[in-house]
């Protein structure tokens, strides 16, 4: 017989979160899979085309049955819409057991943000008999700390306690890197809730691999006419605080200034490089977020309305084509040490797009970038440095940024593969 594994997730199809292709890839391996997760309206809290407050409550997809229940939609994005979703999901969650068949070898948390979708997760492993495994990809409550500005020391003293005592109540904890992993166990520790030395935590370093299509060559045809003559960056994916797209956005500002009417590059910050002809650099940002209201409007502020483009938002499988049709990808994050120890699983994605990236990063992920030759790499938020690595990647001759790319693929299909860390993934969770 098979083995049978519960997935605990918030967001799940149809929002776009790569646990999506996690439970595809379960399923194709022959394990019987249940999800447990909410009803969709990530990221604008508005309820999808054919779900509502009133489900429906089961599903069939790939293989995998659902089990949706209720949860206040972050409608508005506003602090008190988010908190209110952040606590409704786990407590109708748990209250959803009830109706799931049980028989699972192990629970899978797929722990992005809250932490609190932790507690459903725990309550299940409990009523089941199964061994919890908590994959942590938003260290709590450091990530709380990007979205909502939390300034009293007892509520964060609360928030941290809260999400210790989450961690220390599974039997295995999965992080993205070595760095995490070694936050993880200094909370936490290694001795798993039930006090026994035969329950030794477990902990396991896998990051987030590259769904496969990122990897199979594409263009959009339509773009590339549109973007020829000019530098195109791209950003695709969610607009939030930690994205820290402010960063780009006065980046590009900075290109602007330094390259304007009749400038080159031997005009920039950058007198070491050779001259070029003037940098006529465009922005193309894919997907949406709480943070779209605020973008637009620096945007208009600094008046880059003719070199920024918003996008909308399209399904992952799209990505591929729209990255064919630029010259560069952009992958950043807003500058905090604990963010730092993640690897954001965007920088996967892009490598695998075979671009040459500019990544506004400090920590884990700067490392990896760095370590690719694939990427110009500068500390998360330092505008000033993300502006002279645009100018000097535009810069760059058509074969540099080809060997560029190519570093970049090599270096995905080298870590971040999706065959290998789905089996890693598999082992260590379900002890095969």
Same mark, same amino acid.
């Given at each position: ?15 776009n ?6 439970v ?21 809290g ?47 969650a ?12 192990a ?11 932790s ?15 908590n994959?942590?990809l938003d260290l ?23 999400s ?12 993205l ?14 001795e ?21 299509f ?13 973007n ?7 950003f ?10 402010e960063?780009l956005?006065?980046?590009m500002?900075?290109?602007?200034q ?17 001259a ?12 949406d ?10 945007t ?16 992952? &499988?799209?990505?591929?084509? =729209? @990255? %064919? +049709?630029?010259? !560069? ?5 807003? *500058?905090?040490?604990?963010?730092g ?23 884990e ?22 502006? &002279?690595?645009?100018?000097? =990647? @535009? %810069? +760059?001759?058509? !074969? ?5 790319? *190519? ?26």
């Amino acid at each position: 017989m098979g083995k049978r594994l519960l997935v605990v997730t918030q967001h799940f199809w149809p929002e776009n979160f790569r646990v999506n292709d996690l439970v595809e890839g379960l399923v194709a391996d022959g394990i019987e899979v249940d999800v447990l997760c909410g009803l969709p309206n990530y990221p604008k809290g508005e309820w999808f085309n054919g779900y509502s407050a009133n489900g429906p409550w089961r599903e069939a997809w790939h293989g995998a049955q659902l089990y949706r229940c209720r949860e206040v939609p972050r409608r508005g994005n506003t602090g008190k819409s988010i908190f209110l979703n952040y606590v409704s999901w786990p407590w109708y969650a748990r209250r959803t057991l009830s109706r799931l068949p049980g028989g699972y070898d192990a629970v899978l948390c797929y722990n992005t943000s809250p932490v609190l979708m932790s507690w459903p997760a725990i309550c299940a492993a409990r009523r089941f008999s199964a061994p919890l495994t908590n994959y942590v990809l938003d260290l709590w409550p450091e990530n709380l700390y990007s979205v909502l500005p939390v300034k009293s020391r007892f509520l964060r003293a609360v928030a941290k306690g809260t999400s210790d005592w989450l961690y220390r109540r599974a039997d295995r904890l999965i992080a993205l890197s070595e760095g995490l992993a070694a936050r993880l166990k200094a909370r936490v520790g290694t001795e798993n809730a039930r006090g026994c030395i035969e329950h030794e935590k477990k902990y396991a370093v896998i990051p987030q691999y590259c769904e496969d299509f990122y990897a199979v060559p594409a263009c959009d045809e339509a773009l590339a006419r549109q973007n020829a003559g000019r530098f195109t960056l791209l950003f695709a994916g969610n607009f939030s605080p930690a994205q820290s797209l402010e960063t780009l956005l006065q980046a590009m500002a900075l290109v602007r200034q330094a390259a304007g009417p009749g400038r080159t590059r031997a005009d920039t910050k950058c007198p070491s490089e050779p001259a070029c002809t003037p940098l006529p650099v465009h922005l193309l940002l894919v997907g949406d977020g709480m943070s779209r209201p605020a973008l637009e409007a620096l945007t208009d502020k600094l008046h880059l309305r003719d070199c920024v483009t918003f996008y909308g938002s399209v399904a992952p &499988e799209a990505v591929p084509a =729209l @990255a %064919g +049709a630029c010259d !560069a990808l952009v992958v950043s994050l807003s *500058d905090s040490p604990d963010l730092g120890l993640t690897i954001p699983a965007k920088l996967a994605s892009c490598m695998a797009c075979r671009k040459p990236l500019l990544v506004s990063l400090s920590g884990e992920g700067a490392v990896a970038a760095q370590a690719s030759g694939g990427a110009f790499v500068s500390a998360a938020c330092d505008a000033d440095a993300l502006a &002279e690595n645009i100018v000097r =990647l @535009a %810069g +760059a001759d058509t !074969a540099a940024r080809a060997a560029m790319g *190519d570093a970049a693929f090599a270096y995905y299909q080298a870590h971040y593969r999706r065959a290998a860390l789905l089996r890693q993934l598999e082992v260590f969770v379900l002890g095969e």
